[in-house]
Structure formats: C-alpha cells, structure tokens
C-alpha cells in the first residue's frame, strides 16, 4: 500500500583531496576539490584504483584578492562553529561551478546558520573548466593564511588539482572521514523550501549596516526582531508589521568582518504579523563582485533540518516524473529560468515550479532571494536519503502502512499510539492543505516548524484513496 520508510543513521563522508589546499609564496589561492560530479573535463584521479576524481573546475583570477580571502574565511569560520554549546566540527564546503559563477555554501556544526558565497561573473577572470559540485578542503593552515591576505589586487584562484601536477603523486592523498548526520544534510533542502518564501525587506547602506551590526547585543540567545527605521533598522522584544525575525542575533558576527569592504547590507524574510513567533531570515552583503549570505534558523538551538518545510514536497508524487524530466535539462544554471524549462520540458508553469520544489527537497537545486530564481547543483552526497528518512515523514508512512489512518467525512482520523488525532481540511480536495490536527505537535508550533506526521499520514491517505477512485 505504502512504502515504509526507516529513521536514517549518521553516514561518514570520506574527503580526498590530491593535496591540502593552501595560499602560495606567490599568492596563489589554491583550493582542493575531491570526489562529485564534472561535466565538461576529465577529473584528476589519485592513483589507478577506484578512488573518486577530483575535479578542476576553475583557473584564473578574482578581481580583489582581500575581500575574496575574507569571504572564504567567514564562510569556513560558520562550518567550524557550533552556536549553542563547545562541540568543534567541521565539515568542508561545498562548492559549485555554472556557466556564470562559483558558489561556496556551508552550514555551522549545530545546523542552525546556512552561509553561501557568490563570486559573480564581474569578479571572474579566468578558465571555467568543468562544471560542477564538490567539496572543497578549507584547512587550519590556509584559514590562517586568508586572514593575512590584504590588498585590491586580483588573487590567483585554482579550484581543483592540476593534472600535470598530480600524476606523479601515485596514490598519495589527504584524506579525512567525517560524520554526516541526516539533520545536517536535509537542511540544505529546508533552506531553499524556506528562503523560496522571502522577500526583501529591508536594504542598509555599508555606513548604516555597520552600525546596526554594532549595536548587537553580543550574548545571550534572546529572540529579537528588526524594524525599518528610517535609513536603518531598530531592535524590537515582540514581532510587529514589517518586522525581520533576528533569532539570537550573535550569529551575524561574520558579516561585521567584511562591511569594511563598503557593501549595502539586504534582509529578506517572510511577511509577518503582530506577534508572530520566531522565524528563519536572511542577511545578505555586498562585496565587490561578489555577495555574502547568512541564512539563520528561528533559534540558534534548532537546526534548519527540523524545520520541515521542504516536507510536503516529497508527498506530490505526481511531480516525480516531471522531477526527472526537468533535471535532466538543468546543466548548473546560475538562475533558472521557468519558463524555459515550460517550453523545453512540454510542461505547465506550475508543474515546472512542483517538479522544482521536488528536486529542492533532495538538494539538486537551491535558492537565491535576491534574483528570486533556483541554481543547479548536485550534492557531493546522498541528501535525497536523508530527506526522504526524515523521521516525521517516516513516521507518516508507518501509519498508514499500519491502517491506522481512516477518512472522516472532509477531514482525517490518525490513530497514533493512545491517541486519536483528527486532521482537518478546508475541503475534500485531495491537495487541500491541512488547516489543524489536535496533537500536542500542533498545539506548540501550528504550521511554523512544518507538517506533523499525523498531517502527513493524512495527506498520504487522501492522496491514495483518489489514486483509488481514479482507477
């Protein structure tokens, strides 16, 4: 009837770099890729056993050497830090190379703060060589280095082992394993399921950031919220209209390090109201040719993957074979455009925007606020698995592969463990969204952290009971 779904396990992720990535005598960033997926050069490979490639996907320059460095920096400072409690971790970015531009992204260790870096095509002076996404080494040593890097002059980049360089290594690599918990991987499907909803709200210029970001308080994990004033924004202890969610505003202090560069500071979030409840924001900053992006959960002690945004959007069944219709047209745009693919796919717009959301709930595809459009890329890992194990939507399949979920009337009866929960819905509409379960889940978080699996359960169970009606 249904295919049941087991809780997901932490998996390792195994890093081969050629190399460790450093900061040569000559000032040469030289970055080390290991293992994903190229398309348009051949990867270089440690040795002639099994091991994965290793992609060269860049050579040249960036147009400013010191704010390029300190960008990178800020963007491994997230990936080391654990915002709520002393638990170093370290994970390696992710970077992507598209027909326009790099992009680096990152999570903190506790899965609360999602960081990207965009180097745009203004900045870019060089040989894209491959496209494609893979992890990129940032160790110790060459953090070091980039907070010693200073000057206006461009910066050599290489992104991925030379040939001629590697083939003499024979097998030798730089190798480090890491635990990869299901929680960190959905989050970069919860990050573009949530961002998808923002809108601009606000814009400071560099003078004005600075001093906002200045008058943060520096301790504690109070909710706050920011409000237009003027040319700036003030801090608020309660959600009014217009107002920007700033859960635990100490995770922004990556961005007072690079507003010395002169870049507008641009918030984007959900449209609230009066007394709303804390919620994801993004802080995004101007760097000459390139953009720097923090993307905060509604509490810096919840992680982006128990969100549940991108849930939902693994239940539309329908829209997997559209799904693969349409990344099979993708080739890492930079922005993506729609009605193009509605065109080359022989699809609607709007099943063209589900098949997106579908592929965005696995991590093929991301989200950028400011064009307002996905990006391609193809995780260097399963992400698909750990969404689709995500344990409240294997819990939904567990209910109803147990017959525990039974129509009632317009509404849903989900008998789940002592209790008997009712899901209603505004009409028998098999893709009516719920509007209320009576579990304590809902109760606490209404729709803000996602569906609860009683809601899930039911919207599976209305989904199949017209699969059956329709034959």
């Not at 326009?100 to 060089?126: K, N």
């Amino acid at each position: 009837m249904y295919a049941a779904r087991m809780p997901a396990t932490s998996a390792t992720q195994t890093y081969r770099y050629m190399r460790a990535s450093s900061m040569t005598d000559t000032g040469v960033l030289d970055l080390q890729t290991s293992g994903g997926i190229a398309h348009g050069a051949e990867a270089a490979r440690p040795g002639t056993g099994d091991a994965p490639g290793n992609p060269r996907f860049f050579s040249g320059f960036l147009a400013e050497a010191e704010p390029a460095a300190a960008g990178l920096l800020g963007l491994a400072n997230v990936a080391a830090t654990h915002y709520f409690r002393r638990a170093p971790s370290f994970r390696d970015p992710v970077v992507t190379c598209d027909a326009e531009r790099l992009r680096f992204e990152s999570f903190s260790a506790c899965c609360g703060v999602y960081a990207r870096l965009d180097v745009l095509p203004e900045a870019i002076d060089g040989e894209r060589l491959a496209r494609g996404t893979t992890n990129v080494d940032i160790n110790d040593a060459l953090r070091l280095s980039l907070g010693r890097v200073r000057g206006a002059e461009p910066m050599r980049l290489d992104v991925g082992p030379e040939a001629l360089k590697v083939t003499t290594l024979d097998g030798a690599v730089v190798e480090r394993k890491v635990p990869l918990p299901g929680r960190w991987l959905r989050g970069f499907a919860e990050v573009q399921a949530l961002t998808a909803r923002f809108e601009p709200q606000a814009r400071l210029s560099a003078v004005d950031g600075l001093r906002f970001l200045r008058s943060l308080p520096s301790g504690g994990r109070a909710s706050l919220w920011a409000v237009p004033a003027g040319r700036s924004l003030r801090l608020t202890s309660r959600a009014v209209p217009g107002a920007v969610s700033l859960p635990d505003p100490a995770r922004l202090k990556e961005l007072l390090a690079l507003l010395r560069f002169g870049g507008a500071l641009t918030v984007f979030g959900p449209v609230l109201a009066a007394g709303s409840v804390p919620v994801s924001s993004c802080w995004l900053l101007e760097l000459p040719g390139m953009r720097f992006t923090l993307t905060l959960s509604p509490q810096a002690t919840r992680g982006f993957s128990g969100e549940g945004a991108a849930l939902t959007a693994l239940l539309q069944e329908e829209s997997s074979e559209d799904a693969l219709a349409v990344v099979a047209l993708l080739d890492y745009e930079g922005r993506i455009e729609p009605e193009e693919l509605c065109e080359r796919a022989g699809l609607s717009r709007e099943r063209v925007r589900a098949a997106l959301s579908m592929l965005g709930s696995s991590g093929r595809v991301g989200f950028d606020p400011v064009d307002a459009a996905y990006f391609h890329r193809e995780l260097p890992y399963e992400a698909a698995r750990a969404m689709r194990d995500n344990p409240r939507l294997a819990a939904a399949y567990a209910l109803c592969d147990a017959d525990l979920v039974k129509t009632h009337g317009d509404n849903v009866r989900v008998l789940s463990g002592e209790s008997d929960h009712l899901v209603r819905f505004t009409s028998p509409n098999p893709d009516a969204e719920p509007i209320s379960c009576t579990c304590a889940w809902w109760a606490r978080y209404q729709a803000g952290r996602g569906p609860c699996k009683h809601t899930l359960a039911a919207l599976l169970h209305r989904r199949h009971v017209d699969a059956l009606e329709g034959e």
